[in-house]
């Protein structure tokens, strides 16, 4: 079938990876002009002419404006169309499940809320996610048939044979095995589910302090303790699913836990969350210990302790980054990564005083010595994960200009 849009070096095929080429570095350096397209992708100027007539006329470029403070004419520059395409994010946790909308260029366009108090039914979900969903889609000026992906941040993982959610018990409402289903049902886009922490790592992978790094390991804290495997500069995943639930690895320094699908912890989790760090705070005599939510305990706590050059504040810091260390040493012998990534905000709030404690810890307890860094991405990791994961297959599909 010589001649049709899928055969390797047909004209239509080269056009559509030149079309691809040129949106990408209008992507990546903003407005650009014929002349400056031409040179960065070595199309001929009458080449790139065409090119972004053809983009133009199919609605993915627009003329934006002309070049100033040059010798010569002006000269017009161009721009990815926004409205080419719009694709959708959500952060799901047992508090609240959050929604953004970005453009096609990235640009976040719409965002809003929903609390999630309270035990959940599946069909209790269902109108959540909606709700988030019509809600950041308003915000944005637009409605539900606008949105070309959803991607969907859970704790946990969907098993892929059962369809039922796995390493995450203290989501209520998720468990159905009629829940995905039920949810295509409601949405008229295609909808992917991933795991929080993976979508934490596609962030610092996408815009982060993983960029350019094809292995390494994203270890976050905040509501659990958990981490992302990038491997080849591929997610793994696992079997299940459920590769990178670090929480409930077993290590020296906590009891054994068993039946942990039950108890939703582990011993890493019980040594090293963000649980453990406002208990040891109290056992090592610290006062003033803040009430409220663990996760944001613990980040007052490593904040402030990373600030206060006292000896508590020093020892609760130090025995954390051991702690930390303990864990990852499992991780980095088994893995052997380039680069390890701390995210979330029981590690964040530690700063590089933390860092650098957790990687002279490492050093000593792992053969391999991985550069350890903090993460970049700290305004909501997990929802940008979301937005980049539906952003790119949205791309894939609005910026295939073969068909």
């Known amino acids: 079938m010589a001649g ?19 949106l990408d570095l209008l992507l990546a ?3 650009l002009s014929r002349t400056r397209i031409g040179k960065l992708t070595g199309l001929s100027k009458p080449t790139a002419s065409q090119l972004l ?7 993915l470029v627009l003329a934006t404006g002309t070049t100033a403070g040059r010798p010569g ?11 080419a395409g719009y694709a ?10 959050l929604a953004s909308v970005a453009d096609v260029t990235g640009r976040t366009v719409g965002a809003h809320e929903v609390p999630t108090p309270g035990r959940n039914t599946a069909q209790a979900v269902v109108r959540q996610v909606t709700d988030a969903l019509d809600g950041a889609v308003k915000a944005a000026g637009l409605t539900r048939d606008d949105v070309r992906r959803l991607v969907v941040a859970t704790p946990g993982a969907f098993d892929p044979t059962t369809g039922r959610l796995r390493y995450a018990s203290h989501l209520p409402g998720w468990h159905s095995p009629a829940l995905l289903d039920d949810l295509a049902a409601a949405l008229p886009m295609p909808v992917e589910y991933e795991n929080d ?16 790094h094809e292995d390494f390991v994203l270890l976050w804290n905040e509501g659990g303790l958990g981490a992302a495997l990038v491997l080849g500069g591929r997610l793994h995943r696992g079997w299940t699913g459920g590769a990178g639930e670090v929480g409930f690895l077993p290590v020296p320094g906590a009891p054994l836990v068993r039946q942990v699908t039950k108890a939703n912890s582990g011993g890493y989790q019980e040594l090293a969350g963000s649980q453990a760090v406002p208990r040891l705070a109290r056992e090592l005599g610290i006062d003033d210990v803040p009430e409220g939510p663990y996760a944001e305990v613990a980040a007052a706590l490593v904040r402030r302790a990373a600030a206060e050059d006292t000896a508590l504040h020093r020892l609760l810091l130090q025995t954390y980054a051991t702690r930390l260390a303990t864990g990852l040493a499992s991780l980095v012998s088994v ?6 990534v701390l995210s979330g905000a029981s590690l964040t709030a530690g700063g590089e005083v933390l860092r650098a404690l957790v990687q002279d810890e490492l050093e000593e307890l792992a053969a391999s010595r991985p550069k350890l860094v903090m993460g970049d991405v700290t305004e909501q990791p997990v929802l940008r994960g979301a937005l980049e994961s539906a952003l790119a297959a949205t791309r894939d599909e609005v910026f295939d200009t073969s068909r």
Do not use: W
């Open 29 to 31: 350096h903003g407005p």
């Open 335 to 340: 893995l052997d990564p380039e680069l390890v």
């Open 4 to 22: 049709t849009a899928g055969t390797p070096g047909t004209p239509r095929v080269l056009r559509a990876m030149n079309d691809r080429a040129a």
């Open 53 to 59: 007539a053809r983009l133009e006329a199919a609605g």
């Open 73 to 83: 004419p002006n000269a017009q520059l161009y721009a990815v169309n926004p409205a």
């Open 88 to 97: 959708a994010g959500l952060d799901v946790t047992p508090e609240r499940v």
């Open 197 to 212: 922490v993976n979508l934490a790592a596609v962030a610092e992978q996408r815009l982060g302090a993983a960029r350019g």
